[in-house]
């Protein structure tokens, strides 16, 4: 029943059947475990963390097993959005050595790597998950942006067309692979990609203000100064308002 309100968002009832779960069978590690992802849901972190130790400690009592995998993807999920990164790590490793088919707990600990800059080990995460799954769509995604962090444009492009095969038509790979053509100079491409991004979503702010730029260096001046109006109406954030601002007052200059 917690598992099923848990599913439905109704947070309170899902911590209140918990509790009454653990309130029949104290060591009821599984029950421990939802407890721990209630307290994540709302935010609770450290008391989602005291949770998930705790179900590892009961599930290793009433088991004997050495760990338990699924508390320590759990954890590395919190350390990872609480930006502890390294202790991300650790937990992830953990969960992978208790269940080396996890393919999340590969995927979170390639994300791990990649946000700290581990081009190399966050590579070589997203493959594990491949080799796990050829068609994971997280790892295809993640693993092109690895290859854009590294400037390998065209590698980080034939990811993400093997990610559009299984996905179908998607603007954040679209929008992704234009901007790397756009670094290789394939401006031709790159405007190409952007319109398909707005052709899904018309009001994709990093299209139209790069369409803006790209049809400003080609000189056809007035195109760029159409999707500039159009990302102007949108909310943006101060510095981008003004560098599009500083490109709007550079067409109006004979």
């Known amino acids: 029943l917690a598992s099923v309100y848990l599913d439905l968002g109704r947070l309170d009832d899902a911590e209140t059947a918990y509790g009454q779960a653990l309130g029949l069978k104290a060591d009821y590690f599984s ?16 008391l989602a963390i005291g949770h998930f130790l705790n179900s590892i400690a009961l599930m290793r009592k009433v088991t004997g097993q050495p760990d338990y995998a699924l508390a320590r993807l759990n954890l590395g999920e919190i350390y990872g959005k609480t ?9 992830l490793t953990r969960a992978i050595k208790a269940e080396p088919s996890m393919i999340e707990a590969h995927f979170n600990l390639g994300t791990a790597y990649m946000l700290i800059g581990s081009h190399n080990k966050a590579e070589n995460s ?5 080799n796990l799954n050829e068609n994971y769509e997280p790892a295809l995604f993640n693993l092109a942006q690895v290859y854009q962090n590294q400037k390998l444009w065209e590698k980080s492009n034939n990811i993400l067309e093997k990610f559009l095969k299984v ?12 901007w790397n053509n756009m670094m290789a100079k394939k401006i031709k491409q790159a405007r190409m990609l952007y319109e398909k991004v707005l052709g899904l979503q018309p ?33 943006l954030s101060e510095s981008q308002a003004n560098d599009l601002a500083q490109l709007l007052k550079k067409l109006s200059t004979p």
Not at 83 to 91: G, N, S, T
């Open 126 to 130: 997203f493959k594990t998950c491949l």
């Open 83 to 91: 930006q502890r990164f390294e202790q991300a790590i650790v937990e």
């Open 31 to 46: 029950a421990e475990l939802g407890m721990g992802s209630v307290k994540n849901m709302k935010g609770q972190y450290n």
């Open 167 to 178: 996905k179908g038509p998607n603007p954040a790979a679209y929008s992704v692979m234009a």
């Open 203 to 235: 009001n994709h702010q990093v299209a139209l203000a790069n369409l803006a730029r790209i049809y400003y260096r080609l000189g056809k001046k007035e195109i760029s100064r159409s999707y500039l109006e159009r990302v102007l109406k949108l909310d």
